[in-house]
């Protein structure tokens, strides 16, 4: 039996996480093993397991890592006092936080130095979210959702400001947003513009997909908050779908009746994921056939319109 994989265009890793993987390879080929690696760099074992297997050793802190050692630090930023813990050891740090992320950096103490009350939508614990409160530590307020809307303390209505964590998508931190203005109305924050758009595209580019699917499967951990969005979206598009972290986490009950099948993954998970998983469905299905890639579009111009088909 043929089946149709529908591949959503944009998928898996951004351009930040990507960017901080070759990070990590270039420190490794230009100073040797070891170099740490703070905090995860993906969501993703395999690629986790890969740099390990180079050499890279991931710690919590810097302070895991001995004096002098060469340190990377991950997309996702950090704080000034991890810096200054760093220096004070004397690592040689290579910093692969996203310019997006630090552009978050430099914005939330442009708000404070001019004297307002900066608020942060994100996830509490998430590792971007700890690099961009401990710009100022304590003095920027994290709403959650809406419900933490109210419990905002501000000195002067008229002098709000926020930010968003990068890997919300925009319908996730949009209700926040209209309550915040509602609340209040002078609320200002970044333009469109400047708000990455990775997490919002790959959710745009699975539902562009889903109705037209049997079932998604999208690579990603069940820790990965984007990932779990992008499998919530393909579900709310009538369609089953399911996280995966490695090919072995595929249920052959999951692909009974199965025709089409749509594969995502997201801003942290490999796209190598993604191609193991054709390959699995091809010679799962029909033993010995060749794949049919139809030849990708360009990925810089990738809409969700453009998304690959291949035949298994
Ligand atoms: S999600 Fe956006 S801001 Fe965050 S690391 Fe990726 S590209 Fe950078």
């Known amino acids: 039996?043929?089946?149709?994989?529908?591949?959503?265009?944009?998928?898996?890793?951004?351009?930040?996480?990507?960017?901080?993987?070759?990070?990590?390879?270039?420190?490794?080929?230009?100073?040797?093993?070891?170099?740490?690696?703070?905090?995860?760099?993906?969501?993703?074992?395999?690629?986790?397991?890969?740099?390990?297997?180079?050499?890279?050793?991931?710690?919590?802190?810097?302070?895991?890592?001995?004096?002098?050692?060469?340190?990377?630090?991950?997309?996702?930023?950090?704080?000034?006092?991890?810096?200054?813990?760093?220096a004070r050891r004397g690592h040689h740090v290579i910093d692969a936080?996203?310019?997006?992320?630090?552009?978050?950096?430099?914005?939330?103490?442009?708000?404070?130095?001019?004297?307002?009350?900066?608020?942060?939508?994100?996830?509490?614990?998430?590792d971007e979210v700890q690099g961009v409160l401990g710009q100022i530590p304590g003095g920027i307020q994290l709403v959650q959702d809406i419900a933490s809307v109210d419990e905002v303390l501000v000195e002067d209505p008229r002098r709000v400001s926020y930010l968003t964590q990068t890997t919300l998508a925009a319908d996730e931190t949009g209700e926040i947003i209209d309550e915040l203005r509602s609340r209040f109305p002078h609320l200002s924050g970044p333009d469109a513009g400047e708000v990455c758009s990775a997490t919002t595209e790959r959710e745009e580019a699975v539902a562009a997909i889903a109705g037209a699917c049997d079932l998604v499967l999208v690579g990603g951990s069940a820790g990965s908050s984007d990932s779990s969005r992008l499998a919530e979206v393909a579900r709310r598009h009538g369609t089953p779908a399911h996280l995966i972290e490695d090919v072995r986490d595929i249920r052959p009950e999951w692909l009974d009746g199965v025709r089409t099948v749509g594969l995502t993954a997201g801003v942290t998970a490999s796209p190598h994921l993604v191609d193991e998983v054709v390959a699995a469905l091809?010679?799962?299905?029909?033993?010995?056939?060749?794949?049919?890639?139809?030849?990708?579009?360009?990925?810089?111009?990738?809409?969700?319109?453009?998304?690959?088909?291949?035949h298994a």
């Not at 996203?98 to 009350?117: F, I, M």
């Not at 010995?288 to 990925?299: E, K, Q």
């Not at 111009?301 to 690959?308: H, L, N």
């Open 1 to 86: 039996m043929e089946v149709t994989v529908l591949l959503a265009v944009p998928r898996a890793f951004c351009a930040g996480v990507e960017r901080a993987i070759d990070m990590v390879e270039q420190a490794l080929r230009r100073y040797g093993p070891p170099v740490y690696v703070r905090r995860r760099i993906v969501h993703n074992a395999h690629v986790t397991a890969a740099l390990e297997a180079r050499g890279a050793i991931f710690v919590d802190e810097v302070g895991q890592a001995p004096d002098g050692a060469v340190v990377v630090f991950t997309a996702h930023g950090v704080a000034p006092a991890v810096r200054a813990e760093a």
């Open 97 to 126: 936080t996203c310019p997006l992320v630090a552009r978050s950096h430099t914005e939330v103490r442009r708000y404070a130095a001019r004297g307002d009350t900066v608020l942060l939508i994100g996830h509490a614990g998430h």
């Open 282 to 310: 091809a010679s799962a299905r029909i033993s010995g056939s060749a794949l049919t890639p139809v030849p990708r579009p360009p990925a810089a111009g990738g809409t969700p319109a453009d998304s690959s088909r291949v």
